[in-house]
């Protein structure tokens, strides 16, 4: 199974940016579908955003739509989420997940293996 890793997420302020990073070990993440999801504090884990393993079929979730962009690097072997606009109700621990791309892509479900969180702090 492929260890993940999330980077980049910190301490910011209201309406400043980020971009979170997924890198995988034990494989290569540009085989599997990737997605983002994010847990609130005290809150059910959320999904917050997908990608594909072609990178042609992104989703995301309406709580940040138009301000959050999933990506891959495939120089990198990375999926990327750059979030802008950030309010302090994107306070969260976020995670990326993958999915094998051996079955139908399933945006929000179908999850195998996570990462340990990265977490973002917005401050007012």
């Known amino acids: 199974q492929v260890q993940l890793v999330e980077s980049g997420g910190g301490l910011v302020q209201t309406g400043d940016s980020l971009k979170l990073s997924c890198a995988a070990s034990g494989g290569r993440l540009s085989t599997y579908n990737v997605g983002w999801f994010r847990q609130l504090p005290g809150k059910e884990r959320e999904f917050v955003a997908s990608i594909d393993r072609s990178g042609m079929i992104t989703t995301v979730e309406d709580f940040v739509q138009g301000r959050a962009a999933v990506s891959r690097d495939n120089v990198k072997d990375t999926v990327d989420l750059q979030m802008n606009n950030l309010k302090p109700e994107d306070t969260a621990t976020y995670y990326c997940?993958?999915?094998?791309?051996?079955?139908?892509?399933?945006?929000?479900?179908?999850?195998?293996?996570w990462g340990q969180g990265t977490q973002v702090i917005v401050s007012s």
């Open positions: 997940a993958a999915q094998s791309s051996a079955n139908r892509f399933d945006p929000r479900n179908g999850y195998d293996s």
